[in-house]
C-alpha cells in the first residue's frame, strides 16, 4: 500500500532528552513536512523539505531539527533546546511543493515529557 | 496577518441530521481552500480541495460551498452518521511570492453525532 508512515505512535521523553520521530513516505513524492499541533490550535509547520539534501525552516523551528538523506525518509528530532515539546507531529508529503497539489498526512506520533 | 477562522468550535447532532461547518479566511490571493477530516488521534484526510474559481464541490455526503468575493467557505454534511464524529479542518494556500505551496490552518471544528 502507498502512504506515509510515522513511528512510534506514541513517544515518552524525559527533560532534556532527543528524541527522533520517523516519517517514511513510498509515493515517490518530492515535498515533505513536518507539522505540530496542539489542542485548541491549528496545525503550525516546523520544518519543511523540497528535494533530497534540503530542508527549509517552518514557522516554529526553534528546538527541532530535520534531515533528508533520501527521498522517501524526513526524519524529525525534537532536541532539548525545544521547551515544551508535549504535542501531536504530523508528518506529511505531497508530489511537489506547489499550492494545487494534494498533501497526504501520516498518522501521527504523540509526544509527551514525562 | 493571514488567518482561517472556523465555527462553530464544537457542535453536536443527532444522527441522521444535517449539519453546515463554517470558515472564513483572509489569506489572498489564493491557490485553494480544503476541507479535511481528522478522526482522533489520527493524521488528516482529504474531503475536498478547490481553486479560487470553483463554487461547490462534492464527496459523497461531503458538499463544499466557496464564495471567493467574502472569503467564506461552508461545508455541509447531509444524514450524518456516528462515524462522521471527527475534527473538520479548513487548510487555504496562498499564491503570493515565497508562500506558494504554504498551508495555513484552521483550528477545526468538533463534530460530535450522536445516536
Known amino acids: 500500500d502507498g502512504g506515509i508512515t510515522q513511528s512510534p505512535k506514541y513517544l515518552f521523553r524525559k527533560e532534556g532528552q532527543n528524541v527522533t520521530l520517523s516519517c517514511e513516505q513510498n509515493?515517490?513524492?518530492?515535498?515533505m513536512y513536518w507539522y505540530r499541533q496542539d489542542p485548541g490550535q491549528g496545525l503550525r509547520l516546523i520544518y519543511y523539505?523540497?528535494?533530497?539534501?534540503?530542508?527549509q525552516k517552518g514557522d516554529i523551528a526553534e528546538g527541532y531539527s530535520v534531515s533528508r538523506e533520501k527521498k522517501e525518509s524526513f526524519p524529525l528530532t525534537v532536541t532539548s533546546a525545544q521547551k515544551n515539546p508535549t504535542a501531536f507531529y504530523l508528518c506529511?508529503?505531497?508530489?511537489?511543493?506547489?499550492?494545487?497539489?494534494?498533501?497526504?498526512f501520516g498518522q501521527g506520533t504523540r509526544l509527551t515529557v514525562v | 496577518k493571514n488567518q482561517v477562522e472556523q465555527s462553530p468550535q464544537s457542535l453536536i447532532i443527532l444522527e441522521g441530521k444535517n449539519c453546515t461547518l463554517q470558515?472564513?479566511?483572509?489569506?489572498?490571493?489564493?491557490?485553494?481552500l480544503r476541507w479535511y477530516k481528522q478522526d482522533t488521534g489520527r493524521g488528516p484526510v482529504s474531503l475536498t480541495i478547490?481553486?479560487?474559481?470553483?463554487n461547490t464541490k462534492s464527496n459523497g455526503r461531503y458538499t463544499a460551498t466557496l464564495d471567493a468575493d467574502t472569503k467564506q467557505s461552508s461545508l455541509h454534511i447531509t444524514a450524518s452518521q456516528l462515524s462522521d464524529s471527527a475534527s473538520y479542518i479548513c487548510?487555504?494556500?496562498?499564491?503570493?511570492?515565497?508562500?506558494?505551496?504554504?498551508?495555513?490552518f484552521g483550528k477545526g471544528t468538533k463534530l460530535s453525532v450522536k445516536p
Open positions: 506529511a508529503s505531497q508530489r511537489r511543493r506547489e499550492p494545487n497539489t494534494e498533501a497526504f
Open positions: 509515493l515517490n513524492h518530492d515535498a
Open positions: 523539505s523540497q528535494i533530497v539534501n534540503d530542508f
Open positions: 470558515c472564513n479566511y483572509t489569506v489572498s490571493p489564493f491557490s485553494n
Open positions: 478547490m481553486t479560487f474559481s470553483e
Open positions: 487548510v487555504v494556500s496562498p499564491n503570493y511570492g515565497g508562500s506558494q505551496g504554504n498551508l495555513i
